[in-house]
Structures are given as C-alpha cells and as structure tokens.
C-alpha cells in the first residue's frame, strides 16, 4: 500500500513497472557476474545468490573506489595470512588495509576460498544451499560485517533480484514456477493477487546450461551436504 496526502491508495506493478524500478546498475552487475557466481558455487559450495548479493552490496554494483581501482568485490582486508597486494582505505577505521586483485575472478576465487578455509564461517556450509536466509543471517553472527542490518540486505537484494534461481541452477535444478522461486519475496504477494505476466528477471541462457552440464559429475552427488543429481 502506499500513501499520499493522507489516502490509502493500492497499486499493482506490471512487468515493465517493476523493471523500471530496479536499480539498472545492479541488473548490469548481475548479468555480467552470475557465471562466475555459479562457477564458484560448484567449485566451493557457498550459494550463488550469496555471492551476488554480496558482491553487489559491497561493490557498489563494481563502482566503489575498491572494486574499480582494486578488483575487490567483496570488502575483505588483507588479515595477517595476506601475502598479495593491498591498498588502504578509510573503514571502521582511517586507511585499513584491504586486499587487491589482479582481477575481478581472482576477488570471487578468493571470496569464496575466504568463507570455505576460515572456521568462524564453517557452520555455514552445513546449512542447505539453497537456505539463503540462514546463510545472511550466518554471515553477520560470524562477523562478516559490522552493519546491524546486514543480512536484511542480503535478504532484500536475493529477493528483489531473484537471485535465488542462480543457486537453483549451479545445483542443476529446474527454475521453479515463479511462486517458489519468490516465495518469501515480493513477487509472490504480487502473482497471487492474479495480475500481470510473469516477472522473472530473465530465462537461463543456452552457456549457462552448457557450463553446468560441463562441470557437473554425472550421477548422485554432494554439494554443502546435499544429495545433488544433475538432471540436463
């Protein structure tokens, strides 16, 4: 619902409103990272849409001075163990140190690799992948960040941007109907009220499928603890 001039006035969005509103600079992000999203899933376990979201948030979409000057995507300081470059910049504190990359991929690699080595963060991976929520919420307890509303942010960004279907495919699962996929989000209140195409963001591209079914073992496997058979 939404006010104006003191009036309850209610509204639907249609497909194109709903694009309009969405941050176009986070769209580009998304368009341009979810392979390596996914890419590093398969590879370490941590949840596609977790790094998306992740990465949009403390990139700044890849326009903070950070990612573009340093290819860090994802806020992390050098830590004593660092042995690559670094460059300082006003955090918490006044010229932190913080870890640069040669580029973008080497920034995911080493997110990933970040969350997967480091023991305050090992509960995560025996959460379910696809557990989005308990994963931002994990992320904050660990101390991922400082921010009080952290995880709602996470929270917002997956929904809003349907990033869950990236996890969904990295898994080799089907996309779900538009009511799963959305299913704590905003989208679902939104098809249920019967109005408007559908609003999925965009269909799976013919590489993104090609890529998951290169990478993927055949048969029943594992991922996070999770029985996993990929089904082309």
């Given amino acids: 619902m939404k006010r104006l001039a003191g009036i309850a006035i ?3 969005l249609s497909a194109g409103d709903l694009q309009a509103q969405q ?4 769209l580009d992000y998304i368009q341009t990272y979810k ?4 890419e590093e899933m398969m590879r370490s376990g941590v949840p596609a849409a977790i790094t998306l979201a992740q990465g949009i948030h ?6 903070s001075l950070l990612a573009s000057r340093s290819n860090n ?3 992390i300081k050098c ?4 042995e690559g470059e670094k460059v300082y910049h006003d955090d918490d504190a006044r010229q932190e140190c913080f870890r640069s990359y040669p580029s973008v991929s080497d920034s995911y690699r080493d997110h990933s690799d970040f969350l997967r080595n480091g023991q305050r963060y090992a509960f995560l991976f025996q959460l379910q992948p696809v557990n989005y929520k ?3 919420h994990g992320l904050k307890r660990a101390g991922y960040a400082t921010n009080r509303k952290y995880a709602h942010i996470l929270i917002d960004l997956i929904e809003e941007y349907q990033l869950q279907q990236y996890t969904l495919l990295a898994m080799g699962k089907s996309l779900p109907q538009e009511e799963d996929l959305a299913r704590n989000g905003r989208l679902e209140n939104r098809k249920s009220s019967g ?3 559908s609003l999925t963001e965009e269909e799976p591209t013919e590489e993104d499928e090609a890529v998951i079914a290169a990478r993927y073992p055949a048969g029943i496997f594992r991922l996070n603890d999770t029985k996993v058979k990929f089904a082309p």
Avoid: C, I
Avoid at 79 to 82: D, L, S
């Fill in 10 to 12: 209610g509204f639907v």
């Fill in 23 to 26: 941050n176009p600079d986070v």
């Fill in 35 to 38: 392979q390596l999203a996914m």
């Fill in 58 to 63: 403390e990139s700044e979409s890849g326009k």
């Fill in 73 to 75: 995507h994802f806020g």
């Fill in 79 to 82: 830590r004593p163990t660092w």
């Fill in 134 to 136: 308990g994963w931002a």
């Fill in 195 to 197: 109005t408007g195409p």
